[in-house]
């Protein structure tokens, strides 16, 4: 089944809760192993909760969007990410050592653990970053 | 997210409901530091916590080490499958109090 599906979403935290109910829907749709739904849903949200925290940092109030796509052909599942805020410096993008235990951190090691390949791309001129998550589902 | 907060002598139970992200954590900081600050022991029922993300994790984490440097801890209660999930993937168990 290929399908590809993106929704647009204001950058604020509250917007958290409907990018799961996005993401849950779509892979609704592609009938996933419930656990593996769960982990998915859980690495998108964290790549958008980077967005508010920090492409956004410092921005409280702002009617930007952000947008998700998810799409998946041959099996090939890849989420795009779309956001005008600060560019991203992908040299300063560190995920927590596990042994050093401290809040925050985690939410780039949890998208790590999760998906295949994270990837900043910089294709866009309607945007400012492009992040895209890909997984092969023919190895789950 | 939902709370419920029960106390009985040195001992605060607070049982969480939905879903805990970024949006709710400053909620759920308020509601668990003070009991910590007042010395009790914290006892976070999770049962009905569907969804946590690494936002959640890190309350978990302020509020384990926020206790031990008070001297009393935060014990984590009837853990969700899917929270306990979330701690074993950031390698917690063994550091956080689950029961």
Redesign the interface.
Known sequence: MNLSESKDFIVN??S??DV?LFSRDVFEKLNLDK?LK?EL??AI??AA?NI??HAYKGIEDTDDKMQIKISLNDNKLEIGFYDKGKPVVEENIQHRQ?DD????G??T??IN?IMDDVVFKKDQKKWVNHLVLTKNLSNN | MAYNVKEDGNIATVYLDGEIDMDVTEKAKELIMPLIEAKKEVHLNLKDVQYMDSSGISVLIESHQKAMELGTKVILKEISKSVLKVIMMAKLEQILNLE
């Open positions: 935290s509250g958290l809760k799961r656990n769960e849903v859980l949200a964290e909760q508010v925290k596990l235990i401290k809040p925050g985690l939410g090691f949890f653990q």
